[in-house]
């Protein structure tokens, strides 16, 4: 990719992947939480359980002895029907989470690459990079705020002039020769 499209794309790129971490986040509280794609939870299921509670007469006696309880049978085999009913959920739960890491993976690879990029250039070409470039600021914009901040004026062609040597140096650092 381009140098110059891929500082100037660094805050998109790097918003979009704050954004499908957030999804990666809730997609895994969901598998914490125990919940499934369509938001059924163990909760749900107990209370599903104990609901299809059958007539007094059909309620066996348990073979150790004592009488047998609904609430026991739910407690003992939720989790065996909530991984019946949600092994699908789950299974496109872990596939979606594997699906946006796949697609972050070469947005992550650019932003770092910008990073290393940034961290590569002196004061005034990162200035320059950030100001121009990332920001999208215009050049009178660069230059008035440029000659406020730095200790020694410069004016257009100066700034050009950095961004020239700032753009050959990436190119440096990242070998595209």
């Known amino acids: 990719m381009n140098i110059?499209?891929?500082?100037?794309?660094?805050?998109?790129?790097?918003?979009?992947i704050r954004f499908k971490e957030l999804d990666i986040e809730y997609l895994k509280e969901n598998l914490l939480l125990n919940k499934s794609v369509n938001g059924e939870t163990k909760e749900d299921?107990?209370?599903?359980?104990?609901?299809?509670?059958?007539?007094?007469?059909?309620i066996p006696v348990r073979k150790s002895g004592g009488f047998?309880?609904?609430?026991?049978?739910?407690?003992?085999?939720?989790?065996?029907?909530?991984?019946k009913s949600n092994a699908s959920?789950?299974?496109?739960?872990?596939?979606k989470i594997n699906s946006i890491d796949y697609e972050l993976e070469p947005i992550k690879r650019e932003v770092q690459?910008?990073?290393?990029?940034l961290d590569g250039l002196t004061e005034k070409e990162r200035f320059i990079a950030?100001?121009?470039?990332i920001q999208s600021w215009t050049w009178e914009e660069v230059v008035?705020?440029?000659?406020?901040?730095?200790?020694?004026?410069?004016g257009l062609r100066s700034l050009k002039s950095i961004k020239q040597s700032l753009l050959k140096k990436i190119e440096r650092i990242s070998c595209d020769k």
């Open 4 to 16: 110059e499209d891929m500082l100037k794309n660094y805050l998109e790129k790097k918003a979009r």
């Open 89 to 95: 959920d789950y299974k496109q739960i872990v596939s």
């Open 68 to 83: 047998y309880s609904i609430t026991e049978e739910a407690a003992i085999t939720c989790d065996e029907e909530f991984l």
């Open 144 to 154: 008035n705020y440029y000659n406020q901040e730095m200790p020694i004026s410069k």
């Open 45 to 58: 299921i107990i209370e599903g359980i104990c609901m299809s509670a059958k007539a007094m007469s059909d």
């Open 113 to 117: 690459q910008v990073e290393i990029f």
């Open 130 to 133: 950030e100001k121009f470039y």
